[in-house]
Nanobody, 116 residues
């Protein structure tokens, strides 16, 4: 059984930094991994993704502030978040797209709160 285990997150003041980590356990081959977030009253939205070929995609709202990295072949992904804003407050979910046909996998989510 595949599980995504997230760590990091927490409370930070505006302008601060946080980092998130995610590792997948179980037998799986990943084609891509990344992060999504869901703010209260809003739909889940893409933050950043990375493929096993190294292609990276960011949401416009985080470009220049967030950096995604990791080793997709080893099923690990990280998110470094700098210059955080109150509007970055959300539950952040780790995402994994398998290399074979099948369902995507999601972590349980970790809360990020940006507030003074």
């Amino acid at each position: 059984q595949v599980q995504l285990v997230e760590s990091g997150g927490g409370l930070v003041q505006p302008g601060g930094s946080l980092s998130l980590s995610c590792a997948a356990s179980g037998s799986i081959s990943s084609a891509a991994m990344g992060w999504y977030r869901q703010a209260p009253g809003k739909q889940r939205a893409l933050v950043a993704t990375i493929t096993n070929g190294g292609k990276i995609n960011y949401a416009e709202s985080v470009k220049g502030r967030f950096t995604i990295s990791g080793d997709v072949a080893k099923n690990t992904v990280y998110l470094q978040m700098n210059s955080l804003k109150p509007e970055d407050t959300a539950v952040y979910y780790c995402w994994l797209h398998p290399a074979w046909v099948g369902t995507d996998y999601w972590g349980r989510g970790t809360q990020v709160t940006v507030s003074s």
